[in-house]
């Protein structure tokens, strides 16, 4: 018999952290391993987890969410030393009793209220995971907190959190669907929302008994969880989709946040990025780089521009420049593309919006970044854009990851471009499309004649047409229509449009937002490139190669 749930009169008011204990009623319990089916579980999740955490050392695992038990079994399975909590004690008896069942483990069950995970828990942990869409159970943003620096304590110094949800945003911003594949696998149940605000989604659950229960739940959105893990201390955030580290195509139907409790002080944080991108990261980072760039240098798009006449503004032609770029490559919704040096992301939204592709956007500058986040967010661009903090030395992605490689004027910042060039190789599928520009000297450039322009940006040298071209073609590189389109030109317009622009702020008040040292040494480093190009020992234009047969 179906035991009742209790939601009063209008059960879309219940919205209380507290409240979950009593939606799971033992005959709804009973029931819920038919829903996941741990079989088809197990073969959707393969070795993910496991995977995950061997990669990092785990030994020992507290599983906060426990359930009837899947995780916790497949993790002693595993060998890991395993401790298992949830805050319903019918799901503890059920996991419990499944351990036995399957295999013979005798789970160690810990009946505990996240809030409170460390007075009822006890111990330090090499990981903590809270799988099953489970953190959604928490209503209130201060009780979420809580629970993430509760979860944070009782990991070790080194300790990592795994913490799934499901895609909160696609279903708020698009509306249900779900590919019934990863978590809840069973053939005869039907779970689908029955009221979606921003503040509730109250899911329905249909058997084939015609039992019917349901579950009040807070809608999480992607970002917004990153934001709070980070809050809390989690210095390094890595999301999947749906255990796919670039998912493609159709949302994902859940999202997994792997979260390291890894603290780097600021020596250790500098030891990430070295020489050249070093510099540049420091530089990217100030306020007066941020304010100037923002300000005077195209807002979004912080490239150089293809200019139909001198006078044009800078964002026109910088934005004409992504549009030529992105008119080469035959982009769809299928399309995963990496933006190396994304800058404040203009060209990522750029293709997001246009073709509906996923962009992956790496840049080193934390500054910028928080930039294009946040202009993402306010195009409702979060959910195609995932923005990472990181180098083009390193790049942190899985070999033939990506189809498209693009990069806008961000190579030269590199001390080794060599090693870019290869991490490109290794990230690219095969006959995927690398498509990118930088601001170069020209082959057999005179020795020491862009001295002062090296010196500014504190390089040894620059790429030029035939390195890269030659480098490439060393990789499997096949060049597209000649490989590299030259607009030598549009490099002095470019800087001479930027030098006349900073000279107009200035005389309106820029020196309120960008220090008087920073614009006359802007100013003195652009006349520089101006005259470098002026006398033809510098070129830019658009590069394009594909990685195999160039087809």
């Known amino acids: ?36 089916d741990w079989e088809k579980r197990a073969a959707s999740e393969g070795n993910f987890f496991i995977d995950l955490l061997r990669e990092r050392g785990v030994k020992s695992v507290l599983d906060v969410a426990t359930g009837t038990g899947f995780h916790s079994v497949t993790l002693l399975a595993a060998e890991f030393d395993t401790v298992s909590a949830d805050g319903s004690a019918d799901m503890l008896a059920m996991a419990f009793e499944n351990g036995m069942k399957r295999g013979g483990h005798i789970l160690r069950v810990v009946q ?27 209503f209130s943003e201060r009780d979420r907190r809580k629970a993430l620096a509760e979860f944070y304590a009782m990991l070790k110094h080194d300790g990592i959190l795994v ?29 689908e929302p029955e009221h979606v605000d921003e503040g509730l989604c109250r899911m329905r659950y249909t058997f084939p008994d015609d039992s019917v229960y349901h579950l009040n739940m807070f809608p999480l959105r ?31 139907d859940f999202f997994v946040h792997v979260a390291e409790k890894e603290y780097l002080v ?28 923002a300000s005077v240098w195209g807002g979004e798009d912080i490239h150089i521009g293809l200019y139909e006449s001198p006078g ?69 661009l979060s959910d195609r854009i995932e923005v990472v903090d990181g180098s083009f030395e ?18 030269l910042h590199s001390g080794n471009r060599v090693q870019v060039l290869e991490e490109i190789a290794r990230v690219l599928r095969p006959g995927g499309h690398l498509i990118f520009t930088d601001p170069m000297s020209v082959d057999g450039c005179p020795t020491g004649v862009l001295r002062p322009i090296l010196d500014r940006i504190h390089l040894d040298d620059m790429g030029s047409p035939g390195f890269y071209t030659r480098e490439l073609a060393r990789l499997g590189f096949s060049a597209v229509d000649g490989g590299f389109e030259e607009h030598r030109e549009q490099l002095v317009t470019h800087y001479a449009r930027v030098l006349e622009e900073t000279g107009h702020q200035e005389a309106q008040g820029l020196t309120r937002k960008v220090s008087h040292d920073y614009l006359t040494q802007m100013k003195k480093g652009l006349g520089h490139w101006v005259d470098g190009g002026r006398e033809e020992y510098l070129t830019w234009g658009i590069f394009h190669f594909t990685l195999g047969d160039g087809r």
Not at 116 to 135: K, M, P, Q, T
């Open 1 to 36: 018999m179906q035991q009742v749930q209790e939601f009063g009169d209008n059960p879309v008011e219940v919205r209380e952290t507290g409240h979950y204990t009593e939606e799971y009623v033992p005959s709804f319990v009973e029931k819920w391993d038919s829903l996941i």
């Open 394 to 411: 390193d790049i942190p992605y899985n070999d033939a990851q990506v189809d498209v490689v693009w990069s806008q004027d961000a190579f």
């Open 222 to 252: 992607k970002d917004y969880t990153r934001r709070l893990m980070s809050d809390v201390g989690f210095q390094r955030i890595e999301t999947f989709g749906d255990f796919q580290h670039t998912y493609r195509g159709e949302q994902p």
């Open 312 to 380: 044009e503004p800078i964002a026109d032609a910088s934005r004409r420049t992504v549009q030529r770029m992105a008119a080469k490559l035959e982009l769809t919704e299928e399309s995963v593309v990496l933006d190396l040096g994304s800058g404040f992301g203009g060209s990522a939204r750029y293709l997001a919006e246009t073709y509906g592709c996923r962009v992956l956007a790496l840049n080193l500058s934390e500054v910028e970044n928080q930039r294009h986040r946040e202009l993402n967010s306010a195009r409702g």
């Open 163 to 191: 913490l799934d949800q499901r895609n909160y945003d696609a279903m708020l911003d698009d509306g249900y669907s779900s590919k019934h594949t990863y978590y809840y696998c069973g053939e005869d149940v039907t779970v």
């Open 266 to 293: 600021e020596d250790e944080e500098k030891e990430r990025y070295t020489g050249a991108v070093s510099t540049a990261r420091s530089y990217y980072n100030s306020p007066d780089a941020d304010a100037f760039y």
């Open 112 to 138: 505990a209220d996240w809030r409170w995970l460390n007075r009822d828990v006890h111990g330090e942990y090499d990981a903590i995971v809270c799988l099953g869409n489970s953190f959604t159970h928490l």
